[in-house]
């Protein structure tokens, strides 16, 4: 059974920063491409941030230059650092895993104050 689980959200002041985790069981996590997303009230549910098995990564535009996925493979974790925060950070983070299949964690809010 697969399982992933998010930690690292909280409340933070516009400017500063926080490191999300998410730890992965029940998988290979080395061979599996990994990432986060995120889910701000009343919007849909939108890619933030991937990373394939090789690490090559992507961003979306929003967190260019701000935020930097990376894991552990070692760990079976996968992190998202996140500096510079803007209150339009604002949502539920998911750690997701996998492509043809695709398991999601159970979220953790990231809430950033102006």
């Known amino acids: 059974q697969v399982q992933l689980v998010e930690s690292g959200g909280g409340l933070v002041q516009a400017g500063g920063s926080l490191r999300l985790s998410c730890a992965a069981s029940?998988?290979?996590?080395?061979?599996?491409?990994v990432g986060w997303y995120r889910q701000a009230p009343g919007k849909q549910r939108e890619l933030v941030a991937i990373i394939s098995r090789s690490g090559s990564t992507n961003y979306a535009d929003s967190v260019k230059g701000r935020f930097t996925i990376s894991r552990d493979n070692a760990k079976n974790t996968v992190y998202l650092q996140m500096n510079s925060l803007k209150p339009e950070d604002t949502a539920v983070y998911y750690c997701?895993?996998?492509?043809?299949?695709?398991?999601w964690g159970q979220g953790t809010q990231v809430t950033v104050s102006s």
């Open positions: 029940g998988v290979i996590f080395s061979i599996n491409t």
């Open positions: 997701a895993l996998g492509i043809a299949t695709v398991y």
